[in-house]
């Protein structure tokens, strides 16, 4: 890859990370929230379903999640397994892909 | 104080395993004057580098009881827990033989790190003036007393996941460089220490820091030149 793209990527997961960890701040809160309620999964739908905030946080996280998590075991795949190349980039982009196939499915499994 | 050591020492190359000598114990003794008496009156086919051996030259470092040091000013007493100590070659880089390491690489790595000055000025020119209180200066002050004894290469682990890898003391050099208002090569500097091999891979792990024996901060160094490689990006410099 290009310095110039692997420069991006580099910015790019800084700035997932700043995104994720407030977004992993709420989405503890939000738990505790439900819990120590005792809310039931009946009455945490009715609050999630139709929320456009609530829709939109999770997508932010999402993303994010799906931005960090390919780049960091990028890394982790050059210099463990000393993968490096086109072949791990095609391999993560499908990683990636995933994630936020599986992220947004489970938010829209509650949003709609 | 016990009279004697045991000193278990590195012999061969990459492939070599470590021989067992004993060696009379000395006040103020150093790990440099317990190789020397090895060589001098044990075996004399023993391999090692050293010339200044008062912390100047930094050419005596070696692997001591696990960790990277410049073995003149490791004092015996300090390090030789119950009386025994380990003394092998440099990690990260290629052995030659017993304590000798090939340090070609670690330097290469200065150059490909655009580790060069190059001014502008001629020598008919005046001198140029950096005022000794600008930021830049000052940042070039506290990183330039490095001496390349590759005890911070070798203490490095991105430098033994990535063989690639430029290291903590190009990229220090580097970082004096880009802090040299005089130099003219700013943005093929910061190509050269951007990408896979460069300053963003370092993990922060710290350990080059904790083991120069100038007490430097390359972390900081690689710190402030993610900062100029991320921002020259931005402004599509890069």
């Known amino acids: 890859m290009s310095i110039r793209g692997e420069t991006r990527l580099w910015i790019a997961q800084r ?28 009455e945490i739908l009715a609050r999630t379903r139709g929320n456009a905030a609530w829709f939109a946080f999770y997508s932010v996280f999402v993303l994010a999640v799906t931005v960090h998590a390919p780049i960091g075991l990028r890394a982790v795949l050059g210099e463990w397994l000393a993968w490096r190349g086109r072949s791990r980039d095609a391999v993560l982009l499908l990683f990636a892909m995933l994630l936020a196939w599986m992220g947004m499915r489970a938010v829209l499994a509650v949003f709609a | 104080m016990s009279a004697t050591l045991r000193v278990r020492v590195w012999r061969g190359g990459a492939e070599g395993a470590f021989r067992e000598y004993e060696v009379p114990r000395h006040e103020s003794q150093t790990v440099l004057d317990v190789v020397t008496h090895v060589q001098r009156h ?4 023993l391999a090692y580098r050293y010339a200044c051996r008062v912390g100047m030259c930094g050419s005596c470092a070696m692997t001591v009881n696990g960790a990277p040091r410049w073995t003149c000013r490791t004092h015996v007493d300090k390090v030789a827990k119950e009386g025994r100590l380990e003394i092998s070659p440099l990690r990260n880089l290629p052995v030659i033989r017993d304590l000798v390491t090939d340090m070609r690489e670690f330097f290469d790595k200065w150059a490909r790190a655009k580790g060069q000055f190059r001014g502008e000025r001629r020598r008919s020119d005046d001198f140029a003036r950096v005022s000794p209180q600008s930021e830049k200066r000052r940042l070039a002050d506290v990183a330039i007393e490095c001496i390349g004894c590759a005890v ?3 203490a490095c682990d991105v430098v033994a996941w990535n063989p690639g890898y430029l290291g903590p003391a190009a990229l220090n050099r580097a970082w004096t460089l880009v802090n040299d208002e005089r130099d003219t090569q700013q943005a093929a500097r910061l190509r050269a220490v951007a990408g896979d ?13 904790d083991r120069c024996p100038k007490a430097l901060s390359p972390t900081a160094g690689i710190a ?15």
């Open chain 1, 15 to 42: 700035a997932s990370a700043a995104v994720l960890a407030l977004c992993v701040l709420v989405h503890l809160a939000v738990i505790v929230y439900a819990v120590r309620g005792g809310l039931t999964g009946a």
């Open chain 2, 42 to 45: 044990l075996d004399p086919t």
């Open chain 2, 152 to 154: 911070c290469y070798s």
């Open chain 2, 197 to 209: 091999a460069g300053c963003l891979s370092c993990h922060t792990h710290m350990s080059c820091t």
């Open chain 2, 224 to 238: 402030g030149l993610k900062r100029a490689v991320a921002a020259a990006a931005l402004r599509g410099e890069l």
